[in-house]
């Protein structure tokens, strides 16, 4: 099994920065693209905001192009989201995934969550 670890949430003011970090641990070498997924309330549909495969090819949802950069450390088994002039719309939990990523598209990995870390931006 893939254990997956967020961190680097936060409160933070509206054209803020701030960066998150997921690390995978545990059987992870069947892992082939990681993505941060968010959760703008408990209601809602997890939206994928960014995956990026081992082989270094990136996607971003349309609302995030040239905010947010996700990037990794394969030697520290780490992912990071870099988000930029964050606006009040991006408040949500972000979690991250595990998965597979084929022709463009990411497949979330079956239970491969992180436990969700919660980011807030105020107006």
């Known amino acids: 099994q893939v254990q997956l670890v967020e961190s680097g949430g936060g409160l933070v003011q509206a054209g803020g920065s701030l960066k998150l970090s997921c690390t995978a641990s545990?059987?992870?070498?069947?892992?082939?693209?990681m993505a941060w997924f968010r959760q703008a309330m408990p209601s809602s549909e997890r939206e994928l905001v960014a995956a990026l495969s081992n082989d270094g090819e990136a996607m971003y949802t349309d609302s995030v192009k040239g905010r947010f950069t996700m990037s990794r450390d394969s030697a520290k088994n780490t992912v990071t989201l870099q988000m930029n002039s964050l606006k009040p719309e991006d408040t949500a939990v972000y979690y991250c995934?595990?998965?597979?990523?084929?022709?463009?598209?990411?497949?979330?990995?079956?239970?491969?969550w992180g436990q969700g870390t919660q980011v807030t931006v105020s107006s």
């Open positions: 995934s595990a998965g597979d990523y084929y022709e463009g598209e990411y497949f979330p990995g079956a239970g491969l």
């Open positions: 545990g059987r992870t070498y069947g892992v082939n693209a």
